[in-house]
């Protein structure tokens, strides 16, 4: 549960408007302000350019062809207006499309899978903290990351308990969320967290998504 | 001069193949123009009845089609009372007038030829052999009355009769075999066009069908999985203001089931369109490919050098090939190396997936190689394993470019 923040200005781009209509009005009796709601990238980039918000919520299938529109629209907004956070929200969770993303942008963006729209606090949380210039990516693709990574060998030297706590810094979470996630102190957390830079031959970064990104690559390579 | 007389000959014969009965009316009016001499025979009863008889054998030619073998025994007939009352039997009486033979008896050969082209072996062997006993016959009871001849002029009489009975009969048998042999080769035409409509049917069938496949999920897309997520997000909204309120435990945990349930069913409902159709094909086999070979827990190597999209319904076979046979090697194979090249090949695409695991992978009834087999068979497609004991696996599938 995200404590109460600053009201977001947010940008909705997503074709069906049962899922545009139903974001809007959770997002809005949360105390944020939609100031566009639109259905194809064309739209959103217009609308992101006159409002300039805070974050843009972006599916990635939209018209015309329905395969990465938004993806490609999330990038393009990131390029020209880093100031905006994106969220690129999927039906599908796309490895590539996420480590593509998160290539180009050291902060301000996240990936998630459209079901995580469920667990509205959560979801609000992660949006929050795109729009601070934070880092969200699905649990999803990081288990996934997980399973494909090539340096088993490494992984298998980190405890359970250290493991959990690398994936929770690749999906962005703050050594603060992580402590709260594990119900484990912030000394704990960053003894955690130092251990497995250490373990994994990672330079010990500062900010939370130097160290995202520097786990994503990691767990790709 | 040559094509031209070739032209004119095969306007003839195609005349002759559209009019049968005209060409044989004519036929029988040339053979009976023939005897035309007997009608000056005295009296005039005599020349009437050698007409008549000459008449019969030319009417068996212009019938000689609808019914071959009575046309012939009619003919036959003829022939041997000729033999017995035409010709000056040995030291008989005179020969009946009416009977003697004519240049309309070559109606016989013409008859013989019609059995030999319409009926079977056995029917037209016998019509040789009778031909060729009267011929014999005729000789025999000719000779004598013309005793003064030579004995060469004898054997060449024998040998002309007897030669051209052959003939008809060889040419008439010879037509026959052609014309079976023609029947043949039409009923192999009509078996080739079918396969081919067949065939083009069934790349409809199939490419129909991935068309389908791929509408029914990017029905679910918009449809069903957006509807169950904001109905999920509701129950969602709902249990936190639950929670807040926090004074009725039933109801929360009523409402906590069926939020749990909604995300469920949404895991659920996205594994399945995944399954009817990866919507990450549609850009493409080589992206499609890179995304999973991105997933696989054995690392993968793709090459990829298609330039020309095949049909979709072809990558998409490909495509659920290559996730079967990576799934197969994780489980099965203990390989640490996984290669997967596409290529353009002739017409079409060649996929093989390679691994440095165990090997022995093998094609058997009711296994997970057969089903791809059968997968890449409704398109023509070819699927080949290699894979020794000990290693390294290769299969190898070969599929058109269309349907």
Redesign the interface.
């Known amino acids: 549960m995200s404590g109460p923040s600053a009201p977001l200005r947010i940008v909705i781009a997503e074709d069906a408007a049962i899922m545009r209509d139903g974001l809007t009005q959770t997002l809005t009796r949360r105390g944020h302000e939609v100031v566009a709601a639109v259905a194809d990238a064309d739209a959103l980039r217009k609308a992101v350019e006159e409002h300039r918000p805070d974050v843009a919520i972006i599916d990635v299938r939209m018209p015309p062809t329905h395969t990465d529109e938004g993806l490609r629209a999330a990038l393009a907004i990131h390029q020209d207006q880093p100031e905006t956070g994106v969220l690129v929200f999927s039906q599908y969770i796309e490895t590539q499309s996420a480590t593509e993303l998160f290539a180009l942008a050291p902060g301000g963006v996240g990936y998630l899978l459209k079901d995580r729209v469920a667990d509205v606090s959560d979801f609000i949380d992660a949006i929050t903290r795109v729009a601070q210039g934070g880092t969200v990516l699905d649990p999803e693709v990081v288990r996934q990351l997980f399973s494909a990574s090539r340096r088993k060998d490494t992984l298998a030297g980190l405890t359970p308990r250290e493991r959990e706590v690398l994936s929770l810094i690749a999906q962005g979470r703050s050594n603060a969320a992580i402590a709260a996630a594990l119900f484990i102190s912030p000394k704990v957390v960053e003894k955690h967290v130092a251990s497995i830079f250490d373990k994994l031959g990672l330079a010990p970064s500062d900010t939370d998504n130097r160290r995202v990104i520097a786990a994503l690559r990691y767990l790709e390579s | 001069m040559e094509p031209y007389a070739g032209i004119m000959l095969q306007d003839v014969y195609a005349w002759v193949r559209r009019h049968p009965r005209t060409a044989d009316g004519v036929l029988a009016a040339l053979l009976l123009a023939g005897s035309a001499g007997q009608l000056r025979i005295s009296p005039l009863s005599t020349a009437l009845a050698a007409t008549a008889v000459s008449g019969v054998l030319a009417v068996t030619v212009i019938v000689r089609r609808r019914d071959p073998v009575a046309a012939f025994a009619a003919a036959a007939l003829i022939g041997a009372a000729q033999l017995v009352f035409g010709l000056q039997p040995d030291g008989g009486g005179p020969p009946v007038r009416a009977l003697e033979p004519t240049v309309t008896d070559l109606a016989l050969a013409v008859l013989l030829y019609t059995l030999a082209a319409y009926r079977p072996r056995r029917i037209s062997l016998a019509g040789l052999a009778a031909c060729l006993a009267g011929a014999a016959v005729a000789v025999a009871r000719w000779a004598p009355a013309h005793a003064a001849n030579s004995g060469e002029l004898l054997l060449a009489a024998s040998a002309g009769l007897g030669a051209a009975v052959l003939t008809a009969w060889v040419l008439g048998d010879s037509m026959a075999y052609r014309r079976a042999y023609y029947v043949s080769l039409e009923d192999r035409i009509a078996v080739a066009e079918r396969a081919r409509e067949l065939q083009e049917r069934r790349a409809r069938a199939v490419d129909e069908s991935a068309a389908r496949l791929r509408r029914i999920e990017?029905d679910l897309?918009?449809g069903a999985?957006?509807?169950l997520?904001?109905l999920?997000?509701?129950?969602?909204?709902i249990k936190?203001n639950l929670e807040q309120v926090a004074d009725d435990d039933r109801m929360l945990a009523m409402v906590g089931a069926a939020?749990q349930n909604?995300?469920d069913t949404?895991?659920e409902l996205?594994d399945l369109?995944?399954g009817i159709h990866p919507?990450?094909l549609?850009?493409g086999l080589g992206?499609a490919l890179?995304?999973l070979a991105?997933?696989?827990?054995i690392?993968v190597r793709l090459t990829d050098s298609v330039t020309e999209r095949p049909s979709p319904a072809i990558e998409a076979i490909a495509y659920f090939c290559a996730a079967e046979l990576l799934a197969n090697v994780t489980k099965h194979s203990g390989a640490n190396q996984i290669t997967i090249g596409v290529r353009e090949q002739d017409s079409g695409i060649v996929m093989s997936v390679t691994d440095d695991g165990d090997g022995g992978a093998r094609l058997v009834p009711g296994g997970g190689l057969a089903g791809l087999l059968e997968r890449v068979q409704t398109v023509d497609g070819k699927l080949a394993v290699d894979s020794p004991p000990g290693g390294p696996t290769s299969v190898t599938i070969e599929l058109p470019r269309h349907a």
């Open positions: 990017r897309h918009d999985q957006v509807r997520a904001a999920a997000m509701t129950l969602g909204e936190e939020h909604a995300k949404l895991a996205r369109a995944r919507p990450v549609d850009r992206p890179a995304i991105g997933t696989s827990a690392p």
